[in-house]
């Protein structure tokens, strides 16, 4: 029963969450199909259970009664032969109705005990699952102070033979900024995923200032590299809440400070929330509901911005934002770069355009290294994606395009 209970509750979830997607697809009938099918087996599975439950109690009152007749006639039998008085008999009666009351009891009891263990168990295989990636015993606390970042013939693939990331050989010096490009699958975000070990490596190893990520706890590596990712999800806190948990014990002042740095104080005063919170203290509903995209975006470069670590991701870190407010958002990003070790992953080159060096992947190997302009000159893949945004598909020379490159710093 809680089996088909737990079911019923996931169909129904899906089908909520991805609501906009039921309706831009017209299929309301197909999910309420869906969600009847689960319907229908749970009430079968429910029928079933009443069925059982019927049956034990009407057992039960049945040996019951046989239990209270049975001592009655013998105790009457025996009374009428003198074998006990009457004393005896008004005990013995009484006596075994209670038993039975009392089996009753126990038995009601009993089958709710085994609903419940039946409820437990479930929660127990979404609760009780071990860690996949436990930290070593004798994990050590990560130090960061210089911020050197260095992948030594890192493989990984997901536990497929085809693999993701071969032998990737990459230094990034202290305050470097770094843009990672390539095609989509090219291996950027998986570069990324393992840098934060939300998985284990399959071969080679990353170091941080000399120090192996394996041998650190995730806390506190984590807590050295500030994030901004493409797809953006907030706490159902408020504003002030989630700006803040990139650094609780920052003051309002602070707070304000990030918001207004990432572009996004203007409309966070302007916000109310359905129980009439304003500002700061309006709630953005689960994963940000409330807010578009640009805006769970800014609020999410503000928390980094508060966070103030000293190894900056950016993940497609202004792809939900307008160009105006984009291009206001990267003068503030790149206040924020000045004297950290940045790793930048974007699909628009222009956004990256400006950094340092770029790294090229392609196939999950590095197939190309450089600043913008030396890689447009060389004509290899970067030059090649730099052509298809800019909307030229000539087989020409890409250095006809290099004044159209941003200026390097």
């Known amino acids: ?16 969450t991805n609501i906009l997607t039921v309706k831009l697809f017209a299929r309301p009938r197909d999910e309420d199909d869906f969600v009847r099918a689960a319907v229908d087996e749970q009430t079968q599975t429910f029928r079933r259970q009443l069925r059982l439950i019927t049956l034990f109690g009407l057992s039960l009152a049945t040996l019951n009664a046989a239990m209270v007749v049975g001592t009655g006639a013998m105790a009457v039998w025996l009374w009428i032969g003198d074998h ?8 013995a009666l009484p006596l075994t109705w209670q038993i039975a009351n009392i089996a009753g009891w126990v038995a ?40 050197e970042v260095r992948f030594e013939d890192v493989r990984f693939g997901y536990g497929t033979s085809r693999g993701v990331l071969h032998g990737i050989d990459l230094s990034i010096a202290p305050g470097e900024r770094v843009g990672l490009v390539g095609r989509s699958g090219a291996g950027k975000s998986t570069l990324v995923n393992i840098l934060l070990r939300f998985y284990e490596l399959e071969g080679g190893r990353i170091l941080i200032d000399r ?8 806390e506190s590596l984590r807590q050295h590299i500030a994030m901004v990712t493409q797809d953006t999800s907030l706490l159902h806190r408020s504003i002030r809440d989630n700006i803040r948990y ?5 003051s309002e002042d602070e707070v304000r400070d990030a918001a207004a740095r990432a572009h996004a104080l203007e409309f966070i005063e302007t916000l109310e929330d359905w129980q009439g919170r304003r500002g700061f203290d309006a709630h953005v509903g689960e994963r940000g509901v409330k807010l578009s995209g ?16 000293p190894i900056l991701v950016l993940d497609e870190a202004t792809s939900a934002l307008d ?31 400006r950094m340092d060096r770029l790294v090229v992947l392609d196939e999950g190997r ?44």
Request: glycine share 8%.
């Open 1 to 16: 029963m809680s089996e088909v209970r737990s079911a019923l509750t996931g169909r129904v979830v899906d089908s909520y």
């Open 84 to 91: 006990i008085t009457v004393g005896t008999v008004a005990m």
């Open 108 to 147: 009601q009891n009993v089958t709710q005990i085994f609903e419940n263990v039946g409820v437990v168990q479930d929660g127990m295989r979404s609760i009780a699952v071990p860690r996949l990636m436990p930290d070593r015993p004798d994990a050590a606390t990560l130090q960061v102070k210089r911020g």
């Open 211 to 218: 120090q192996d990520i394996a041998g650190v706890t995730q």
């Open 246 to 250: 990139g650094r609780p014990g920052a």
């Open 294 to 309: 640009g805006q769970r975006q800014r609020i999410a470069i503000a928390r980094v911005i508060l966070k103030n670590a």
């Open 323 to 353: 160009s105006e407010v984009e291009a206001a958002i990267q003068e503030q990003l790149d206040g924020l770069m000045k004297g950290r070790t940045v790793i930048a992953i974007a699909h628009r080159l222009s956004t990256i355009a």
């Open 366 to 409: 590095i197939v190309d290294e450089g600043a913008h302009r030396e890689l447009l000159a060389a004509g290899g893949a970067y030059a090649q994606l730099w052509l298809r945004q800019s909307g030229a598909f000539h087989e020409n020379s890409a250095s006809t395009y290099l004044d159209a490159a941003p200026p390097a710093e």
